[in-house]
């Protein structure tokens, strides 16, 4: 079966980096995209961006674009997200998706990751 | 693709029919997907290309699609869905996705 496991929790000082890892298994990898989407605490959904396993062309969210890097590693099958320059207001739950093999949506999801920015 | 907007809440007693809706001037050109996220899990995919089921989930979720609105209906609402709805759609490439503001769903 799919499944997308993301790495742990982590706690971050402002103006450091994070970078949270999606480790997929159960179809082949690299057959589809991998989106990011992030939660800050009570809020919405929000899109990062995706990138393509297959050729590692990338598609951000105009207002991440200046901090946010998607790449894969498709000798692990693990996609990764870091985002630099972090502020208070990056605290959020990030999730990745796979993204479907004809649809720009996302039916597989891992189980989140929270990062969280403080002094 | 443009914002899209969703209603903040929606009641509804079980057994009824809940109807959530979506609105963006770009809908008539993209397909809308939506998604159902209870309190500290992931979102789950309910329905994708405006009207299309995934494999289990129920079949009281459709989805339909009207000028620049989209409505996710859950017939025979049970306490079970209670929960947070968004939409979101992206363009044609892909180089754009958007979600909605968000539903919470309350079952009276």
């Known amino acids: 079966q799919v499944q997308l496991v993301q790495s742990g929790a982590e706690v971050k000082k402002p103006g450091a980096s994070v970078k949270v890892s999606c480790k997929a298994s159960g179809y082949t990898f690299m057959s589809h995209g991998i989106t990011w989407v992030r939660q800050a605490p009570g809020q919405g959904l929000e899109w990062m961006g995706w990138i393509s396993v297959y050729n590692s062309k990338t598609n951000y969210a105009q207002k991440h674009q200046d901090r946010v890097t998607m790449t894969t590693d498709t000798s692990t099958n693990t996609a990764y997200m870091e985002l630099r320059s972090l502020r208070f ?17 996302s039916e597989y999801w891992g189980q989140g990751t929270l990062v969280t920015v403080s002094s | 693709s443009s914002e899209l907007t969703q209603p903040p809440s929606v009641s509804v007693s079980p057994g009824q029919t809940a109807r959530i809706t ?26 994708y290309r405006d009207s299309e089921r995934p494999s289990g989930i129920p079949e009281r979720f459709s989805g339909s699609s009207s000028g620049t609105t989209v409505t996710l209906t859950i017939s025979g609402v049970q306490a079970e869905d209670e929960a947070d709805y968004y939409c979101q759609s992206a363009d044609s490439s892909g180089s754009y996705w958007v979600f909605g503001g968000g539903t919470k769903l309350t079952v009276l």
């Open chain 2, 22 to 47: 979506c609105s963006g001037d770009a809908l008539p050109q993209q397909y809308v997907s939506w998604y159902q996220q209870k309190p500290g899990q992931a979102p789950l995919l309910a329905i």
């Open chain 1, 89 to 105: 207001d990056d605290t959020a739950v990030y999730y990745c998706g796979r993204v479907g093999a004809a649809d720009f949506m």
